[in-house]
């Protein structure tokens, strides 16, 4: 089973720890993940990435854009780094603006996951491309959507199909 993640980089109110408890024991509750699907942004999918490869899940890094590491600096960067030795690559092609590229990236990911988690305050995506957005296309694509409420502690199951 392949296993990828939407979501949040930052919101008031996300405790980490809640969220990578969380991730850890939804993805054990799969029991079978075969891969992991991220594009390594801070937030959400740093915290994903962790957790599957403490979980010796393996990795694919999805990198949406050319020269992607300029949106990263700090511990941010330091840990995609970090990650990114850890992972297979996927690089996409470069699309016509950033919006564009991390909807792709986005696509992508649900694309090639038969679970997607949603780290996701549950409200409209403030830009293109955005945790909405991603969550929207993957229900539409009739992926499974686990959808992880970082700020009221909430899980909600979205079964394919429905």
């Known amino acids: 089973m392949r296993i990828g993640i939407t979501g949040h980089?930052?919101?008031?109110g996300i405790s980490w720890d809640w969220v990578s408890e969380t991730l850890t024991s939804e993805i054990l509750k799969l029991g079978n993940a075969s891969k992991a699907y991220s594009s390594?942004?801070?937030g959400a999918d740093q915290a994903f990435a962790t957790v599957a490869l403490q979980l010796r899940v393996p990795l694919v890094a999805v990198i949406p854009i050319s020269g992607y590491t300029r949106f990263f600096q700090g511990e941010i960067l330091r840990r995609y780094h970090e990650l990114i030795e850890q992972s297979e690559v996927v690089q996409l092609p470069d699309a016509q603006d950033d919006q564009e590229a991390f909807y792709k990236a986005g696509q992508y990911v649900s694309d090639q996951s038969n679970v997607l988690f949603a780290l996701w305050d549950g409200k409209h995506a403030q830009g293109f491309?955005?945790?909405a957005d991603i969550v929207d296309y993957a229900r539409s694509s009739r992926r499974t959507v686990v959808h992880l409420n970082p700020i009221d502690r909430s899980i909600i199951?979205?079964?394919a199909g429905e």
């Open 40 to 42: 390594l942004a801070a």
């Open 129 to 131: 491309g955005g945790t």
């Open 9 to 12: 980089q930052e919101r008031p």
């Open 157 to 159: 199951y979205h079964h």
